[in-house]
């Protein structure tokens, strides 16, 4: 039977224990603990920054999470849109702590994210990629689920949800034509994913700035493929890299050195986890990690 997934609890639910993950969620409890009952995340979480935050999905049995994740972030700090992020960032306009949300992939249950977002009065960059926006084929949809994202077959958005993201105050971005591996992929192939994408997003969009490159490690990027997103026309490119941003007094000159950083969540896990990481990124806050590698060590550290 030809089914998509609906709740993220059935897929790890299905599988064998992972010994490594709750190895590590014990460890983060210790860890989480040790923070909070020494300093306190309030402590850390308090200072001025910018903090990227992004998910994939929010299945039916993410939603209520994602609504306590937001209330207790909101507490402490004030939600931006990712353009507006993006430009305190290059006029090193940070005066106060900061979140910017986005999300990956584009499946079908973002929109229900999108809502829950706005009731919060947050927006959020949704970072798609063309070539599965619409896809009814089920085959083709479990074939691009395994092999792109490693995931189960899940729904993905159509143009019409697209638009409606963009309607209600939210906004798309490129996540490449069909979720390469930048890294990997021979450089006509990639100009073309990256050439396609801009262009298909500019006509259905209108024009598309902003570039999230697939699975955000700097492994999975290369200095080609930065000089093509820019070359195209996109303004900025965004990591998975943890990490938030502080920026000198002046800001960043130039845009195309920027390299966006963002801590990934999975709405399953505990609130003091995400807590604990987002209070980590404050500790290691330097102004090298603004910029691509290639151009950290021509800058100042903190």
């Known amino acids: 039977m030809q089914e998509f997934v609906e709740e993220y609890g059935k897929i790890w639910g299905n599988l064998p224990p992972n010994w490594r993950a709750r190895g590590r969620d014990l460890a983060l409890d210790i860890l989480s603990a040790g923070m909070d009952a020494t300093i306190g995340f309030n402590t850390y979480l308090a200072k001025p920054r910018i903090q990227f935050l992004y998910i994939h999905h929010v299945f039916k049995d993410e939603e209520k999470q994602l609504e306590n994740l937001l209330k207790i972030l909101s507490s402490k700090h004030t939600f931006i849109s990712y353009s507006e992020a993006w430009t305190r960032l290059l006029e090193g306009n940070i005066d106060k702590p ?18 829950i977002l706005k ?13 599965i926006v619409g896809e009814k084929d089920f085959n083709k949809i479990k074939a691009f689920s395994a092999d792109r994202l490693h995931f189960p077959p899940v729904e993905f958005m159509d143009w019409n949800d697209v638009l409606h993201l963009q309607n209600t105050g939210h906004e798309i971005g490129s996540h490449t034509m069909s979720h390469i591996n930048v890294a990997k992929t021979p450089h006509d192939i990639l100009l073309q994913e990256i050439q396609d994408s801009k262009r298909i997003l500019d006509v259905k969009c209108g024009n598309t700035i902003h570039f999230a490159y697939p699975y955000g490690r700097h492994f999975h990027f290369s200095s080609a493929g930065r000089k ?4 195209q026309g996109f303004l900025s490119c965004a990591s998975a890299e943890r990490g938030c941003h502080i ?5 960043i000159e130039d845009k195309e050195q920027l390299l966006i950083r963002r801590d990934h969540v999975i709405l399953d896990w505990p609130i003091n986890h995400i807590s604990y990481f987002l209070s980590r990124n404050v500790m290691k806050a330097d102004i090298k990690n603004n910029f691509f590698p290639e151009y950290a060590d021509s800058h100042p550290d903190k």
């Open 119 to 131: 009731e919060y009065g947050a927006s959020a960059c949704f970072f798609v990629c063309p070539a």
């Open 228 to 231: 093509m997103v820019f070359a």
């Open 98 to 115: 900061y979140i910017a949300f986005s999300s990956d992939d584009g499946l079908k249950n973002n929109l229900k994210a999108a809502a």
């Open 247 to 251: 920026v000198p007094s002046g800001g």
